[in-house]
T-cell receptor, first 113, second 110 residues
Framework: DGGITQSPKYLFRKEGQNVTLSCEQNLNHDAMYWYRQDPGQGLRLIYYSQIVNDFQKGDIAEGYSVSREKKESFPLTVTSAQKNPTAFYLC????????????FGPGTRLTVT | KQEVTQIPAALSVPEGENLVLNCSFTDSAIYNLQWFRQDPGKGLTSLLLIQSSQREQTSGRLNASLDKSSGRSTLYIAASQPGDSATYLCAVHTGNQFYFGTGTSLTVIP
């Protein structure tokens, strides 16, 4: 089955700790994205990558970091500098040319207390 | 910067009714527009993708239209069913990024 996996589904952390969210895709897509979803605010872009070893900041990159060492993987680290990290995080991928149809993973709900 | 708006924010209809969801965007320079469905606590499921050169796409009971010049898209759902209850989001692709609306929460009442 082709698709995007995110793990874990639920994640709990204490304030001040860094945490890394996993995203893996087997769709052979070049582009990958991380979004944050908060109630009433829609999806906001954190980081995106259109090719291995390259990524760009989205609208709300402060307090987050990413890496893209492999085409299939795009992990997101939520650092202690992120002031309000509790949210639903969604990973997506698409082709980097042509139709650009975007596919999403099931999401990770992060709760920081 | 591209802004995407969806009205209404919430909609309740009786089962069997046909309905239209609206999506508007401020910059007509888009590559495509995509409609998604999101169930509570889940990821987004792609419903329809309309390329910038297309006017509409159909899949089963769903029909999406695109008018780039006016910055509008509609998602038409025919003969609604309780299983259609979900949040529907539209997104436009501008070449680098996707921009999302805040969604319309649809409830279909049996």
């Amino acid at each position: 089955d082709g698709g995007i996996t995110q793990s874990p589904k639920y994640l709990f952390r204490k304030e001040g700790q860094n945490v890394t969210l996993s995203c893996e895709q087997n769709l052979n897509h070049d582009a990958m994205y991380w979004y944050r979803q908060d109630p009433g605010q829609g999806l906001r872009l954190i980081y995106y990558s259109q090719i291995v070893n390259d990524f760009q900041k989205g609208d709300i990159a402060e307090g987050y970091s990413v890496s893209r060492e492999k085409k299939e993987s795009f992990p997101l680290t939520v650092t202690s500098a992120q002031k309000n990290p509790t949210a639903f995080y969604l990973c997506a991928s698409s082709t980097a040319a042509g139709a650009y149809e975007q596919y999403f993973g099931p999401g990770t709900r992060l709760t920081v207390t | 910067k591209q802004e995407v708006t969806q009205i209404p924010a919430a909609l309740s209809v009786p089962e069997g009714e046909n309905l239209v969801l609206n999506c508007s965007f401020t910059d007509s320079a888009i590559y495509n527009l995509q409609w998604f469905r999101q169930d509570p606590g889940k990821g987004l499921t792609s419903l329809l993708l309309i390329q910038s050169s297309q006017r509409e796409q159909t899949s089963g009971r769903l029909n999406a239209s695109l008018d780039k010049s006016s910055g509008r898209s509609t998602l038409y759902i025919a003969a609604s069913q309780p299983g259609d209850s979900a949040t529907y989001l539209c997104a436009v692709h501008t070449g680098n990024q996707f921009y999302f609306g805040t969604g319309t929460s649809l409830t279909v009442i049996p």
